[in-house]
Nanobody, 125 residues
Framework: VQLQASGGGLVQAGDSLRLSCAAS????????MGWFRQAPGKEREFVAA????????YYADSVKGRFTISKDNTKNTSYLQVNSLKPDDTAVYYC???????????????????WGQGTLVTVSS
């Protein structure tokens, strides 16, 4: 599967964005999907994920209640709705797909074997 992330931009604190991750080559339902982010000078960190079926979702504590992960099987696309953005949310956001390991590995980047190119989100105060 190939992943193409989009939807990032420059916004003000409190604004919202919807990040998209369009997949081609294979159906997303064959993969556990995740979103990660990497801020300048920091390690890549887990943001959100859902199981292959999409029935179970997981969020980092820092985004819980503000971010929502979803997917549209008809468009073979995953989404990350990001609300109430803060300057600390500034980062390159990556979508990823994994068909290795188990569901318990959802926050670990090494268990995602397909990655999109990233989309930059910049939040000004």
């Amino acid at each position: 599967v190939q992943l193409q992330a989009s939807g990032g931009g420059l916004v003000q604190a409190g604004d919202s964005l919807r990040l998209s991750c369009a997949a081609s080559g294979r159906t997303l339902s064959a993969y556990r999907m995740g979103w990660f982010r990497q801020a300048p000078g920091k390690e890549r960190e887990f943001v959100a994920a859902f199981s292959k079926s999409g029935g179970t979702t997981y969020y980092a504590d820092s985004v819980k209640g503000r971010f929502t992960i979803s997917k549209d099987n008809t468009k073979n696309t995953s989404y990350l709705q990001v609300n109430s953005l803060k300057p600390d949310d500034t980062a390159v956001y990556y979508c990823a797909a994994g068909n290795i390991g188990y569901l318990i590995h959802y926050p670990l980047a090494t268990y995602y074997n397909k990655w999109g190119q990233g989309t930059l989100v910049t939040v000004s105060s």
